[in-house]
């Protein structure tokens, strides 16, 4: 055993070796290249007082790295995580001066800016070095990856023999979406895990033909009518998400907006399906949450939004992956690199669309390069590597979300190059954590999913001309901007809310305004789907008062050809789906005379009825215009591929399983709703004999 611990110790101080020597000669020849870089004095030195202080500076700098590194980047905890990106150069320049001027030599001299190329060159440099070392022998790199676990693990019993599962989450890739990707051979690893390959041409297709057996199995699934991923995340980790009707919806009791990406919001939400199901989340037993909206019950959280309110504890740091995966100057430099790429990349491509005049189209400049970028390359590898850290260290349940697609999809539409150019990127993170479950000390199955679909169409206001809080207010009689007066809808409004008062045709660009002072209607927009909402009425309002109060409002709504169908409560039926021409449909008839929501496909229906009894129902539910042959709808947001309502792709998620575990659903049963995808997930964790709380009741059966 002591010659083992020799060897290895031989070995580990042979590789630090290795990478001091290269980086010792990257040094050299930087300073041979650039102008602003020298290592020696002004006078000339030999080629070994050269090399001798090239050898010490790069010495210093690697010490530095490993010492002072992960001290500045805990202090920059307290920076915003998209900034901390942004810093990442000139911490590493700063290192790279402080280190020459430590050499004793003192012969040394580099530029500020130069430094900081310098730094990133090197840093680069030792760690595919490094890296490829211990690669070559398995036994080293197994130990370099269980460095990377989580060391509180260390002193905890031993790793059970079960397997262990992994959760996936790839954000708003729909399953016809990820379909399509293996088709084109984008997502190789997910076709290798179905056992599909890619479309090839007929002189390919016998080679073709020795298939790989496949290990998983792809099962779509349903979405609330809220497909967004607040509801459905909350409803796959917690079981319930009863009383999410939106993305963000208006709260008469409390006068809150709550916004599901908002942390105060997250925090609650939380809280109040805890307090539904009696039960901490999927998660309870060994979990580790990674990069979601909500914790799942688990022990180990990072870039947790739910918690990132609570009070900063070892616990609860909910930023605490940051500093896990950039305390390695190396990770720093690399994904900082690939940040300045992705930046770049977006300008470039939205430069490209531009001149193209591609429609439909939306802005994409500010700050949404570096939002992108950030949601792309700092949010994947932190969270990636957080996963891997998880496996290793023998967890038994982890769920973690990968944004990227959702966020270059709303800007760039969710089908196209930029796109694909993501799904391939998303492709090779499964490649890799399927790589590191070899290393595991104990089996894991990954289990891959999505939590909603994405379907294209340009923005309301781009094809009308105005926004759905233009329309509304045109329908209630309040004063709308004059560019939203000059618009088609902007006319039509004003001629039904002037027809329902039994006004005359105004001249001279006079405005009816209701008598009395009256709070004006709060509009809210989570994708295709609009809320309503009267302040100043303390309940719900039914569709009796509202006719009372705007007479032309639900007409107006109603008849625009940009919406598909509205839902509002009923004295008379209890609620009701509204739709152009005078469709008045109660709920209980809807499977008998779907009305307007025949284009939305089977199961709108219960999806309506559900959210219906939701106590934070808006007065006025609105979903924008469908149109089933394209998949297309209409955003209420800027955004040219959106999620949060019915109609289309965006509610067609889907649930990519091994062939190890039990079918999400018999072969005649549809898999509907987060809340069923949780019960799903429960299953499976009792099926690897983990030690999870069996689920005996739905969460609202408990709850009733």
């Not at 080679?207 to 699934?221: D, K």
Request: some cysteine; proline content about 6%; glycine content about 10%.
């Amino acid at each position: 055993m002591r010659g083992v611990r020799w060897r290895r110790a031989a070995s580990q101080v042979g590789r630090s070796v290795a990478v001091w020597a290269v980086s010792t000669l990257t040094m050299l020849v930087l300073a041979g290249i650039l102008p602003d870089f020298r290592l020696q004095s002004d006078d000339g030195d030999s080629a070994t007082t050269i090399a001798r202080t090239a050898a010490v500076g790069a010495g210093a700098f690697g010490v530095l790295s490993a010492l002072v590194w992960p001290l500045l980047v805990r202090l920059l905890l307290l920076v915003p995580a998209l900034v901390l990106g942004l810093l990442v150069f000139f911490l590493n320049g700063s290192l790279l001066l402080l280190a020459l001027r430590l050499n004793p030599s003192g012969q040394s001299e580099v530029a500020p800016e130069t430094a900081v190329i310098v730094a990133a060159v090197m840093s680069a440099v030792a760690s595919a070095t490094g890296g490829a070392l211990a690669v070559r022998d398995d036994d080293a790199y197994r130990r370099r990856l269980y460095r990377l676990a989580d060391r509180r693990r260390r002193g905890g019993a031993a790793c059970p023999a079960t397997p262990g599962t992994v959760f996936l989450q790839l954000d708003g890739v729909g399953h016809d979406v990820l379909a399509a990707a293996v088709r084109k051979g984008l997502m190789p690893t997910v076709a290798r895990w179905l056992g599909s390959a890619p479309h090839q041409d007929r002189a390919q297709s016998r080679a073709a033909s020795a298939a790989p057996r496949p290990s998983h199995r792809l099962t779509p699934w349903h979405t609330d009518w809220s497909s967004q991923t607040g509801a459905s995340q909350l409803g796959i980790l917690h079981g319930s998400n009863h009383d999410v009707p939106a993305f963000r919806w208006y709260e008469k009791d409390t006068g809150e907006v709550m916004v599901c990406n908002r942390p105060t919001s997250a925090a609650e939400l939380q809280r109040r399906a805890v307090e539904r199901t009696g039960d901490g989340g999927l998660l309870s037993a060994d979990g580790a949450s990674r990069g979601n909206l909500f914790s799942g019950g688990a022990d180990e959280q990072a870039l947790v939004l739910s918690i990132a309110t609570r009070r900063r504890s070892r616990e609860t740091r909910s930023r605490a992956g940051y500093f896990a995966y950039f305390s390695d100057p190396a990770n720093a430099v690399r994904t900082a690199l690939s940040f300045v790429a992705e930046v770049v990349r977006e300008t470039v491509q939205s430069t490209r669309a531009r001149l193209r005049r591609e429609r439909p189209r939306v802005g994409r400049g500010g700050l949404y390069p570096l939002v992108r970028a950030f949601a792309t390359v700092v949010e994947r590898d932190v969270v990636v590597a957080a996963v891997t850290g998880d496996m290793l260290a023998g967890r038994t349940a982890v769920y973690a979300d990968l944004v990227a697609y959702d966020e270059v999809a709303h800007h760039s539409g969710p089908l196209g190059r930029d796109t694909e150019q993501v799904l391939g990127r998303l492709d090779r993170a499964l490649a890799l954590l399927e790589n590191v479950a070899e290393h595991a000390p104990r089996p894991y199955r990954i289990v891959v999913l999505s939590d909603h679909g994405q379907s294209p169409g340009e923005t309301f206001h781009a094809r009308y001309g105005l926004t759905l809080n233009n329309l509304v207010r045109a329908g209630c009689g309040l004063p709308v901007p004059r560019r939203a007066e000059r618009t088609h809808s902007g006319a039509e409004a004003r001629a039904a809310v002037r027809a329902a008062l039994r006004r005359p045709v105004e001249e001279g660009g006079e405005r009816h305004r209701p008598s009395g002072r009256r709070s004006e209607p709060i509009v809210l927009a989570s994708g295709n789907l609009g809320l309503i909402s009267f302040p100043d009425v303390p309940h719900r309002m039914s569709k009796e008062e509202i006719d009372a109060r705007h007479p032309a409002l639900l007409t107006t709504l109603a008849n625009h050809p940009g919406i598909g169908f509205l839902l509002v409560r009923s004295e008379e039926h209890g609620g009701v789906v509204l739709g152009a021409y005078g469709a008045e449909i109660p709920l209980d008839r809807l499977d008998r005379t779907p009305g307007p929501l025949a284009a939305f496909g089977p199961g709108a229906a219960d999806a309506v009825r559900r959210t219906h009894s939701f106590p934070h129902t808006a007065d006025i539910m609105v979903n924008s215009f469908h149109d089933p042959a394209d998949g297309e709808v209409l955003a209420f947001e800027e955004q040219i591929g959106s999620h949060g309502g019915l109609g289309g792709a965006q509610a067609r998620p889907f649930l990519l399983s091994p062939l190890a575990l039990s079918a999400a659903v018999e072969d005649d049963e549809e898999l509907t709703g987060a809340e069923h995808v949780h019960r799903v997930l429960r299953r499976w964790l009792r099926e690897s004999d983990g030690p999870q709380v069996p689920l005996e009741t739905a969460p609202q059966e408990r709850a009733a």
